[in-house]
């Protein structure tokens, strides 16, 4: 009797973290073609399941013309947040913030002022991680430590009172361990939430996204809750001096190496981006800023050319149902078993958080309710042995891990991904971790392969058609785009999908470079936080001048 044939198996020889990292760090660089992505011709392996599956997964591919579309709904929902009339009723806020670029000047923090030197911190505060970064800002470079601090659930839905502690203190250890008591430290924090900025160094959070729910926390002041938690766990000298969004501290941080940088963009739990834009042109800037240019007529044709830069908050693009056209089945079932319904819905598309939870939707709904994969049949079935595997393997699709929601992370799909083609190592070693099969079939591989490549390529051009709709936005002749954020990071083709669908999307004339920030959400909020120190010296240098001359006239 014919024995059920088994597959071949993962072999696990290191710890199955290690082996993922070092999978993800020897990533498949090597772009894929159009046609892998459109799924005709990835394996050689082309049968009719494999037809069938390409069929009902097809919903994810968006066209040319779709994208275009989205980038024109996107960019007349940038002028209703822009717009002090619409505003309020806008889904994309577009935060100003209170980073400006005025060059001849110091009075106005301009992203390309020169920073003080010296030892600065950072808090990051916003993925599923939270880190402690020492930037010392040298005349030429700089040197960065950092420590990252895991957030349990517990800390990301509890009291918010809860998570200031954690975070004061993970300070107070860090401070210790790189024994920086003693000094005094000018703070930058990266808190990347939608917040109304009230000045460099206050924001006030607005609503919770990336399934953060603390109580306590939505309408308060952000830095207030800091200082009184670092207050409560240590006496260190610690200031915060700027609180700002990861896509801000991104865009500075690669300004500071390239002046052409003027957007900001982040693709990891969440997605968002940040650009300079004109101050004539957000008509929903803060009151104190509206005052204060009409004050200040002289500076009128200055405040021309002044840039400013704008959170735009992007993910929330489409709550007002302008994208349910292209959204499937499972972007509508993602929504309504979130804690958030209606929220963020062009993040939930493309954001880490939601991209394993989507592609694991779509591989139930072929495996479990089509039955098209992990069904091999064996020959024969009259062997009590093969029967009993087979009857497990049924019990295990719908009772396992394959059936238990976000069983299946984002890194593991970046894993799945970086198989080159007609090889499944590391498929198999992804669905054999994340929901315990081992008896996946080369063909079932390369279905959840093409599954999980249509998911993450939708997410990629989604992201080009806005990136595209900011660039053409600022028509500039050449900007380098600043991106951080771990689906960049690790997913070994987004970055290449994103490119090239970018530069089919952006007009002839405007040309773009994408540049990789390693940590540059944290090392920017250091950076800002070095300049505001730097102007605070500046202005109270100016004042005791100033304070010597009145004393020398009267005299
Ligand atoms: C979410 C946040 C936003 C942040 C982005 C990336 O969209 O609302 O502030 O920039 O995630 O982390």
New binding site residues.
């Given amino acids: 009797m014919a024995a059920l044939a088994d597959p071949p198996r993962a072999v696990l020889t290191t710890s199955s973290h290690e082996r993922l990292e070092q999978q993800l760090a020897n990533r498949y660089h090597e772009p894929p073609s159009e046609a892998q992505y459109l799924g005709l011709s990835t394996h050689t392996i082309f049968d009719e399941n494999y037809a069938k599956v390409e069929q009902q997964t097809r919903c994810l591919m968006l066209s040319h013309k779709q994208l275009a579309s989205i980038e024109l709904i996107l960019e007349n929902e940038f002028k209703r947040g822009l717009h002090r009339d619409t505003n309020s009723v806008a889904d994309i806020k577009m935060y100003p913030t209170h980073i400006r670029d005025k060059p001849q000047t110091y009075k106005i923090l301009g992203h390309f002022a020169e920073p003080d030197e010296g030892k600065f911190l950072a808090l990051d505060l916003?993925?599923t991680n939270f880190r402690v970064i020492l930037v010392e800002l040298l005349t030429d470079n700089f040197h960065m430590e950092n420590e990252v601090y895991s957030l349990t659930q517990k800390l990301t839905t509890g009291p918010g009172s809860d998570l200031f502690d954690y975070i004061a203190d993970c300070l107070v250890k860090f401070v210790s361990k790189h024994n920086l008591q003693g000094h005094r430290l000018p703070l930058g924090f990266t808190f990347?939430?939608?917040c109304e900025q009230e000045s460099l160094s206050h924001a006030r959070l607005v609503t919770w996204?990336?399934g953060f729910t603390c109580s306590g926390v939505e309408g308060e002041n952000v830095t207030e809750l800091l200082t009184a938690a670092i207050k409560r766990h240590t006496d260190l000298d610690i200031e915060v001096m700027a609180v700002l969004?990861?896509?801000v501290g991104t865009l500075v941080s690669c300004a500071y190496q390239n002046r052409e940088c003027r957007l900001g963009l982040?693709v990891?739990?969440?997605?968002?981006a940040c650009y300079m834009e004109r101050v004539n042109e957000v008509h929903r800037m803060h009151p104190g800023d509206d005052e204060q240019q009409e004050n200040n007529s002289h500076d009128a044709h200055d405040h021309l050319h002044e840039t400013t830069v704008v959170?735009t908050?992007w993910?929330a693009f489409g709550d007002n149902g302008t994208l349910d056209f292209m959204r499937t089945k499972w972007d509508f079932e993602i929504d309504a078993a979130s804690a958030d319904v209606g929220k963020?819905l062009f993040?939930k598309m493309i954001?880490g958080l939601h991209i394993g939870e989507l592609s694991r939707r779509v591989i139930v709904d072929i495996a479990i309710n089509m039955k098209l994969l992990f069904h091999q049949q064996p020959k024969q079935t009259s062997c009590l042995a093969d029967s009993e595997k087979l009857f497990h393997r049924r019990q295990l699709l719908i009772e396992g891990k394959l059936n238990q929601k976000y069983s299946l992370q984002s890194k593991y799909v970046s894993l799945i991904e970086s198989d080159p083609v007609d090889r499944f190592e590391n498929t198999r070693l992804a669905l054999l971790e994340s929901f315990g099969i081992d008896w996946a079939s080369d063909q079932d591989c390369a279905l959840v392969k093409m599954i999980c490549a249509r998911v993450t390529t939708r997410a990629a051009h989604l992201v080009s058609a806005a990136v595209a709709c900011l660039l053409n936005k600022m028509a500039r002749p050449h900007t380098v785009v600043g991106v951080d954020?771990s689906m960049f990071r690790y997913h070994p083709h987004f970055r290449s999908i994103m490119a090239k669908k970018t530069k089919e999307l952006v007009r002839d004339q405007f040309r773009f470079q994408l540049m990789f920030s390693e940590d540059g959400s944290g090392k920017g909020a250091a950076i800002v936080a070095a300049v505001a120190s730097k102007q605070r010296r500046i202005s109270m240098e100016m004042l005791r001048n100033k304070q010597l001359e009145n004393i020398s006239s009267c005299s």
Avoid: L, M, V
């Avoid at 990891?268 to 968002?272: A, E, L, P, S, Y």
């Fill in positions: 916003g993925g990347s939430f939608p996204t990336k969004n990861d896509t982040i990891g739990t969440g997605t968002n959170n908050e993910g963020q993040e954001g954020g």
